[in-house]
């Protein structure tokens, strides 16, 4: 999979998260914090991931950034199993479905391939859009 494809795919499920708001305030408090604390580390996780790849469009050899990127990518797809198993009871069975295809399609990836073909700026630049999401989200939740 190529690391724009990955990024498109994360962009989407934090979009369709969003957009599941309403499920999401049905919620009880503690389910409702749970799904904020797990929203707000998938997005320090692509702050990470952002910094790292920013440090590879200047040392693309860098391979301790490499790592970090490839580490922090790796994390996010647990986190969204998370906070789907929380929303999971509120979810209908079509929006389930289409979670756990969402969820397939977050496989890890040569990360060190995608960067070598399309650099790794334009893709930090996306991991901070979908990051916004997920911050959006966490604050929503504890409005």
Same mark, same amino acid.
Request: charged residues 30%; glycine residues 4%; proline residues 2%.
């Given at each position: 999979? /190529?690391?724009?494809? %990955?990024? /498109?795919? *994360? ?5 369709? #998260? ?19 604390? %797990? ?13 790292? *790849? ?8 860098? =391979? ?6 490839? /580490?922090?990518?790796? /994390? #996010? @797809?647990? %986190?969204?199993?998370? #906070?789907?198993? @929380?929303?999971?009871?509120? *979810?209908?069975? =079509? ?19 995608? #960067? =070598? ?8 630049? =996306? *991991? ?16």
């Amino acid at each position: 999979m /190529r690391l724009a494809a %990955y990024l /498109r795919r *994360l962009s989407s499920f934090a979009e369709t #998260i969003h957009r599941w708001l309403e499920e999401a305030a049905r919620l009880d408090e503690l389910r409702r914090e749970k799904v904020a604390l %797990y929203a707000e580390e998938i997005a320090a996780t692509l702050s990470r991931a952002a910094a790292a *790849l920013g440090t590879l469009e200047n040392a693309p050899d860098d =391979r301790l950034a490499v790592l970090t990127a490839t /580490r922090e990518l790796g /994390r #996010i @797809a647990g %986190y969204l199993e998370t #906070i789907m198993a @929380a929303l999971a009871v509120h *979810l209908d069975g =079509r929006k389930r479905a289409g979670v756990k295809r969402r969820l397939e399609h977050l496989k890890p990836f040569d990360l060190e391939a995608a #960067i =070598r073909e399309f650099g790794a700026f334009p893709q930090a630049r =996306r *991991l901070t859009a979908a990051e916004g999401y997920f911050r959006a989200l966490a604050d929503t939740l504890r409005a």
